[in-house]
């Protein structure tokens, strides 16, 4: 939908490099930082198109009227997972897990299934984290179809959204992703809590950065940011958000394979 993609510079196009020593679950969450453009679509501009009816579990929300915020999570699940699916059926709060494959899915294949079962959308982040501007396209495409195989054999539900490790994507990338009929989205806040174990930090970056169709990254993996998941919610709430899946974030339009999207 090129009448739809905007053109966006975000400052310092290239990665910090990651030492050898650095623990490879941290090279998990890289920000998506840098001065390459990547061309993506806004939630405002697709709720433009007509298309999906935005019904999910927790109530039909017109993101056209209501403050909408969408709550992802990245690299899970893990042994934090449970008790996190546990706060959000508490708060009524669906959310939208970017999943790994390898020691993930494969690990808590019981946690994947809860998380279709309670209305929280399922969603792609690779089967190994590998950085998919590096690889070749057959692997690419093997990256993202065992995760999606795994999904849908758990859900029922082959997934539509991926999510690229460290945020880095270009042109096969893209293509590839229209191929395979999924979209990429990325996001507009992150707690950084991959660095950081202090949910009262975690909170406090999640709101300063937060507002309307923002999309919030968080990751399940880290001990530090479960516990930071209900002040996030309750003081959003009380601004007046409304959280939403992606997908309901987009509605009543809908993700077109191979588009990127980024508030």
């Avoid at 699940?77 to 959310?95: F, G, M, N, T, Y």
């Avoid at 859900?155 to 490790?165: D, I, N, Q, W």
């Amino acid at each position: 939908m090129p009448s739809l993609t905007t053109k966006t510079k975000r400052p310092g196009a290239r990665f910090r490099t990651v030492t050898p020593v650095l623990s490879a679950v941290v090279a998990l969450a890289l920000p998506l930082t840098g001065c390459t453009t990547v061309p993506t679509t806004a939630p405002s501009a697709v709720r433009a198109q007509p298309a999906a009816d935005g019904q999910g579990r927790f109530g039909t929300v017109d993101c056209r009227k209501a403050k909408c915020i969408a709550l992802t999570f990245d690299a899970g699940p893990s042994e934090h997972s449970a008790r996190l699916l546990d706060i959000l059926k508490e708060k009524q709060v669906p959310a939208t897990f970017f999943l790994l494959g390898k020691r993930h899915i494969a690990k808590y294949p019981e946690l994947v299934k809860r998380m279709a079962d309670e209305g929280h959308e399922v969603a792609s982040h690779t089967w190994d984290h590998k950085i998919l501007t590096r690889i070749k396209p057959e692997q690419i495409r093997e990256e993202l179809r065992k995760t999606n195989d795994a999904i849908d054999k758990l859900t029922g539900h082959r997934p539509t959204l991926m999510r690229p490790p460290q945020g880095r994507t270009n042109d096969t990338v893209h293509r590839i992703s229209r191929e395979m009929g999924l979209s990429e989205v990325l996001w507009s806040v992150t707690a950084k809590d991959y660095r950081t174990s202090d949910p009262k930090l975690i909170h406090k970056r999640v709101l300063q950065q937060s507002s309307r169709d923002g999309i919030i990254l968080l990751h399940d993996i880290y001990p530090g940011t479960v516990p930071a998941v209900p002040g996030i919610i309750d003081a959003l709430k009380e601004r007046g958000y409304v959280f939403v899946t992606v997908p309901q974030l987009l509605a009543p339009g809908k993700a077109e394979p191979g588009t990127v999207y980024r508030p």
